[in-house]
């Protein structure tokens, strides 16, 4: 098979990656992508480092031996946890991570105040620190680990009273002085983003990296010569747990976000 005409993996830790595919299908709409959801191993924040590290290994083993062509890692615990790892185990395969947009917050509020959203995992790792040093100098920069989150998402709770209860529990210390931009560092938090508004107010930025991810993407795929650029593409949905995990993922890809977001794993 011509290897353009192969699909584009996306990994994430359950459902979260969704919000990255979106964006990639957005890019690329004449790809074949196949998503695979560990959702059986979620959340991966609430694991250690090298549990993190041996499922993203074992979960990019099994996609590259179907062939896909290149392997996003749609969770950014599973990033700083195993990137590098990754990339020295096949280093021949395009394999792209997903980062906090600090980069793009500090840039647009030099200065400011920027709170970074994020799993246990991500803000303890030292890929983050390292984004942490490099950019404290420029902006505050508040991290916030938001333990539970995911676990709501995963159950398809995308608003109501437990998702803002938590939200507003994790973003209180970070409220006592005005907020210029707000990162979500894990690809989950895009789905309550609705409900993250609601408590910010309207001042803070709300930033995510799928839309940086996708054109990055695009740009290594055309790089390498594999870059589909005809015909009709598609979506494959896979997930470790069950079925019921395919169906919300497809509904969170197809669902318009924010005024009609999922609520108690409700159609919206």
């Given at each position: 098979?011509?290897?353009?005409?192969?699909?584009?993996?996306?990994?994430?830790?359950?459902?979260g990656?969704?919000?990255?595919?979106r964006e990639?299908?957005?890019?690329?709409?004449?790809?074949?992508?196949?998503?695979?959801?560990?959702?059986?191993?979620?959340?991966?924040?609430?694991?250690?480092?090298?549990?993190?590290?041996?499922?993203?290994?074992?979960?990019?083993?099994?996609?590259?031996?179907?062939?896909v062509?290149?392997?996003?890692?749609?969770?950014?615990?599973?990033?700083?946890?195993?990137?590098?790892?990754?990339?020295?185990?096949?280093?021949?395969?395009?394999?792209?991570?997903?980062?906090?947009?600090?980069?793009?917050?500090v840039?647009?509020?030099?200065?400011?105040?920027?709170?970074?959203?994020?799993?246990?995992?991500?803000?303890?790792?030292?890929?983050?620190?390292?984004?942490?040093?490099?950019?404290?100098?420029?902006?505050?920069?508040?991290?916030?680990?938001?333990?539970?989150?995911?676990?709501?998402?995963?159950?398809?709770?995308?608003?109501?009273?437990?998702?803002?209860?938590?939200?507003?529990?994790?973003?209180?210390?970070?409220?006592?002085?005005?907020?210029?931009?707000?990162?979500?560092?894990?690809?989950?938090?895009?789905?309550?983003k609705?409900?993250?508004?609601?408590?910010?107010?309207?001042r803070?930025?709300?930033?995510?990296?799928?839309?940086?991810?996708?054109?990055?993407?695009?740009?290594?795929?055309?790089?390498?010569?594999?870059?589909?650029?005809?015909?009709?593409?598609?979506?494959?949905?896979?997930?470790?747990?069950?079925?019921?995990?395919?169906?919300?993922?497809?509904?969170?890809?197809?669902?318009?976000?924010?005024?009609?977001?999922?609520?108690?794993?409700?159609p919206?």
């Open positions: 098979m011509d290897q353009a005409q192969a699909p584009v993996a996306v990994f994430d830790s359950g459902v990656g969704v919000s990255v595919l990639l299908v957005r890019c690329m709409p004449q790809e074949h992508f196949l998503y695979f959801g560990d959702s059986v191993h979620a959340p991966y924040g609430a694991r250690s480092t090298q549990e993190v590290r041996a499922l993203t290994l074992a979960a990019a083993k099994m996609l590259f031996d179907r062939g062509k290149a392997l996003v890692v749609a969770c950014n615990t599973a990033t700083a946890a195993a990137i590098e790892v990754l990339r020295s185990t096949w280093p021949e395969k395009i394999i792209v991570g997903i980062e906090p947009a600090l980069k793009l917050a840039e647009r509020h030099m200065g400011g105040r920027v709170a970074v959203m994020g799993t246990s995992v991500t803000i303890r790792e030292q890929k983050f620190h390292t984004l942490l040093e490099r950019f404290r100098t420029d902006s505050e920069i508040i991290p916030l680990a938001c333990p539970g989150l995911v676990e709501l998402i995963e159950a398809g709770q995308t608003a109501g009273e437990r998702v803002s209860g938590l939200l507003r529990q994790e973003l209180e210390s970070a409220l006592d002085k005005p907020l210029d931009a707000v990162v979500l560092g894990c690809t989950h938090y895009p789905f309550v609705k409900e993250i508004r609601r408590i910010v107010g309207e803070p930025e709300i930033l995510d990296g799928g839309t940086g991810t996708a054109r990055h993407t695009q740009h290594r795929l055309a790089e390498a010569g594999l870059l589909k650029d005809h015909g009709v593409g598609s979506v494959m949905i896979e997930n470790s747990l069950d079925g019921k995990m395919v169906e919300l993922s497809r509904r969170l890809l197809d669902a318009p976000w924010g005024e009609n977001a999922l609520a108690n794993g409700s919206p």
